[in-house]
């Protein structure tokens, strides 16, 4: 078996999905408020229910902004070769993809507001299947990597 790739995302990157993942737990913390204005006003509701989920809650929120970005940051590789790019990935499902360059057919960097908070990009490599990702790199480093792999796709295409 191959070994794992060497070169790891932006440390920020847990600050960025942490921040994302506060973000999305105000969605059930506002179900869960609703849940109790509802058994307040209304017999049809116990106010166990309104229990049960800020509990959960609460469970999820601790999940996914405090462990899950932890672990997606320590499992997140990748490596670029001169004839192929290696990603590897996932906390339960370790995914480990090899992309060889003579397939890639543009290379993307995208940026949404909580990477730019955090001077990240997203590196994108297009194939005619599909897309891959390499998240939460530094902004300089996914514009030179976007660069080097667009150039070396060119390199293998006219040596074809």
């Keep these: 078996m191959r070994e794992q790739p060497n070169e790891r995302i932006a440390t920020d990157a847990v600050k960025a999905w942490q921040l994302t993942a506060h973000l999305f737990a105000i969605i059930p ?20 229910v309104g229990l049960i989920a800020l509990a959960v809650t609460i469970v999820e929120w601790v999940v996914t902004a405090l462990i899950i970005p932890k672990l997606r940051w320590k499992r997140w590789r990748y490596q670029i070769y001169d004839q192929e790019i290696y990603i590897q990935h996932g906390i339960l ?23 730019k908070k955090y001077g990240l990009s997203t590196l994108q490599i297009s194939t005619a299947a599909t897309t891959h990702e390499i998240p939460a790199l530094l902004e300089e480093e996914a514009a030179d990597l976007r660069d080097q792999i667009s150039e070396l796709a060119r390199v293998e295409q006219d040596d074809v």
Excluded at 29 to 48: E, N
Excluded at 93 to 115: A, E, K, N, W, Y
């Design 29 to 48: 913390l506002l179900i869960t408020i609703a849940a109790f204005v509802i058994a307040y006003f209304f017999d049809f509701l116990s106010y166990w």
């Design 93 to 115: 499902i370790v995914t480990r993809t090899v992309v060889p360059m003579i397939r890639v057919q543009h290379v993307d960097t995208q940026q949404g507001p909580i990477l």
